[in-house]
């Protein structure tokens, strides 16, 4: 909290002096990213910056804290609600915890075929209306824009694990999201909530015996030197989205608004692009660094164990999952 707080008065004394300088920019925003300068996932950050200070003629500027270095994920939510992070990109599954229910539905193992299901479903009345829920349902944020790193892979340090039997008992890292425990729980293995940024030691350690990560995640945090074992799954393609703070939204003109929101969807089709490049250029890199790439033998069995999770966060959803899943 005294990180939280601290961060708060930096930011107040920042916007002071904003506001007190005719050569300083009009709006200058925080924008947190957990990954490293390298990851897909701060590339697009960085190009959603160049895009909104191209549009505003310099006005608003937006700097990208990349590698945690303005907390993990729940800290940086927690600042985003008090204002003093003005930007993050959270994973769809952990604003479930923040109230905004209807985005666990994206985080639902098996619920999406391939990237392009996944966009389709983004772009759709469905997507935008999950989008529009991040502010509706009271966290205190806003959904600016849809982000997609690729499908999560389990990953492990000590064997390959090829069936689902293997992953019985495994410690396994997970974010401190409730829907991402209860998925690995229904796999059977042990999911222990740790700091992402934290990861690499505890599986350097022993401490969890693997995690879960889209490839290039694994890749840019370089998980692959102390955990060598990636197995394709794809338990889990959900979304990031880039939030606002809700103080930081409601200062900011009509215009300044509209200047976020158009810099927002062009860099969705920039990550759309990307992203799919980026994923085969991250298997390729991982073979030539000594991963072992491993497909699941009997992937049919996995989507049936995680049936518990479906009747828990899907129960009161089950029209629009449907819906979801007719979407070509």
């Known amino acids: 909290m005294k990180q939280i707080f601290a961060s708060a008065v930096a930011a107040l004394i920042g916007g002071m002096l904003v506001t007190g300088s005719t050569e300083a920019q009009s709006v200058v925003l925080k924008y947190g990213e957990l990954n490293p300068d390298s990851h897909p996932m701060t590339v697009i950050a960085n190009e959603f910056a160049r895009l909104v200070k191209e549009k505003s003629d310099g006005d608003i500027v937006v700097d990208v804290f ?14 985003l609600q008090m204002g003093a992070v003005d930007m993050f990109r959270a994973n769809a599954v952990s604003l479930g915890d923040f109230g905004a229910t209807k985005s666990n539905l994206f985080s639902l193992p098996y619920l999406f075929r391939d990237r392009d299901h996944l966009w389709a479903v983004l772009n759709s009345e469905i997507g935008q209306d999950i989008l529009g829920d991040v502010q509706a349902s009271g966290t205190r944020m806003v959904g600016v824009a849809f982000m997609e790193e690729g499908q999560r892979n389990f990953f492990f340090r000590d064997a390959p694990v090829s069936d689902l039997a293997g992953i019985q008992g495994k410690k396994i890292r997970v974010p401190q999201t409730q829907i991402l425990l209860d998925t690995v729980k229904a796999f059977g293995a042990s999911p222990t909530p740790i700091s992402y940024s934290e990861l690499y030691s505890a599986l350097q350690t022993g401490v969890v015996d693997g995690a879960e990560n889209p ?3 694994y890749l840019a945090n370089n998980f692959y030197e102390v955990a060598p074992y990636y197995m394709i799954d794809g338990h889990t393609y959900s979304p990031s989205i880039m939030v606002m703070s809700e103080l930081t939204w409601n200062k900011m003109t009509p215009e300044q608004q509209a200047i976020i929101s158009e810099a ?30 491993i497909t699941v033998t009997d992937l049919a069995d996995w989507p049936k164990s995680v049936e518990p999770v479906y009747q828990k966060y899907g129960a009161e959803f089950t029209d629009v999952i449907q819906q979801i899943l007719a979407v070509e």
């Open 264 to 293: 927002a969807r062009e860099t969705e089709e920039f990550n759309k692009t990307l992203a799919a490049d980026a994923d085969a250029k991250a298997y390729d890199e991982l073979k030539e660094k000594g991963a072992t790439i």
């Open 215 to 217: 490839p290039t995640g």
């Open 66 to 79: 990349p590698s945690s270095q303005l907390g993990d994920e729940r800290t940086e939510l927690q600042a």
